[in-house]
């Protein structure tokens, strides 16, 4: 059974840091793209960052380009999202998905696999 599992949301306040974990499990991930996506409420989901598991290639949202970072340890099967000067509109529900075949990293609409999401709070 596949799973992906997040963890390290909180509450935090603004200019801080989180590391967002996604531990992954039940099959092999290596040709996957890795995403980060975010959910506000009452706003749509919107793409934070991805990464190619083979190879490391990076994508960021213009939003989080320069504070975020997205990681992956091919040990763990775990990929991360380290969260730096932290905005109140960074506020949201962060999730992680796993997709194969992805023609635009940034469309959730490749990710075949998500995760449950990890709420991510930040104060002003």
């Known amino acids: 059974q596949v799973q992906l599992v997040e963890s390290g949301g909180g509450l935090v306040q603004a200019g801080g840091s989180l590391r967002l974990s996604c531990a992954t499990s039940g099959r092999t991930f290596s040709s996957y793209f890795m995403g980060w996506f975010r959910q506000a409420p009452g706003k749509e989901r919107e793409f934070v960052a991805a990464?190619?598991?083979?190879?490391?290639?990076?994508y960021y949202a213009d939003s989080v380009k320069g504070r975020f970072t997205i990681s992956r340890d091919n040990v763990k099967n775990t990929v991360y999202l380290q969260m730096n000067s932290l905005k109140p509109e960074d506020t949201a529900v962060y999730y992680c998905?796993?997709?194969?075949?992805?023609?635009?990293?940034?469309?959730?609409?490749?990710?075949?696999?998500w995760g449950q999401g990890t709420q991510v709070t930040v104060s002003s």
């Open positions: 990464i190619r598991w083979s190879g490391g290639w990076t």
């Open positions: 998905a796993a997709g194969l075949v992805i023609s635009d990293p940034g469309s959730a609409r490749g990710y075949e696999y």
